[in-house]
């Protein structure tokens, strides 16, 4: 099995040099179930300049020696109000007091080695140090007999429950991206799950 050496914050100058990186990562990871994303580099690198550009983000990534593997990513939900405003209309929570934890991507034969809940750990410390009070995150609605769906796949419900997350109530992100074979765009269900730090 190839072995994970370190997890590790990524910030400064480190950051900036591995943000091509995680771009690749995701759009690697992400291609496969649930997310089909049929990603684009231009596009990836434009998105994860927030996360630059934010003094509250982080950015989590995993090695193996050198050689970047994984990584994670979050900020305050306010970074991303625009997106998910909508979603959180109606639960009467206060969006200045979460922090999304936006991602996490690894290598498939980096997996079981605990890096996930690493990932979790780091930027949930990090959203503490910061003094929000709740952490969140949304994952990606297929339905049950979607073609594309592997018969070994396993959701990770179990894995967040383990973390302390439950899904929100009602709370439903809806974004667009290319699946993989598709010729253009088609908007998706995310449903956000949260906890109290």
Request: aromatic residues 14%; charged residues 25%; negative net charge.
């Amino acid at each position: 099995m190839a072995e994970v050496t370190s997890v590790r914050p990524l910030t400064g100058a480190t950051l900036e040099a591995a943000l091509d990186d995680v771009a690749r990562l995701r759009i690697e990871v992400f291609r496969a179930w649930p997310y089909l994303y049929d990603g684009d580099l231009e596009y990836e690198r434009s998105y994860l300049q927030s996360y630059r550009d934010s003094y509250k983000a982080i950015v989590v990534g995993a090695f193996d020696n050198d050689c970047p593997i994984g990584a994670s990513t979050g900020a305050p939900l306010t970074d991303h109000a625009d997106d998910f405003a909508a979603a959180f209309q109606g639960t009467g929570l206060d969006l200045s007091q979460i922090f999304y934890c936006a991602e996490s991507v690894l290598l498939s034969d980096y997996r079981g080695q605990g890096v996930g809940h690493k990932f979790f750990d780091q930027r949930e410390a990090h959203a503490r140090a910061q003094g929000f009070t709740k952490c969140a995150f949304c994952s990606v609605q297929r339905p049950a007999d979607h073609p594309m769906r592997p018969a070994t796949y396993r959701p990770l419900d179990t894995f967040w429950k383990s973390r302390g997350y439950e899904p929100l109530p009602g709370a439903i992100a809806q974004f667009s991206w290319k699946d993989v074979g598709d010729k253009g765009e088609t908007l998706k269900p995310l449903q956000f799950w949260i906890r109290d730090l």
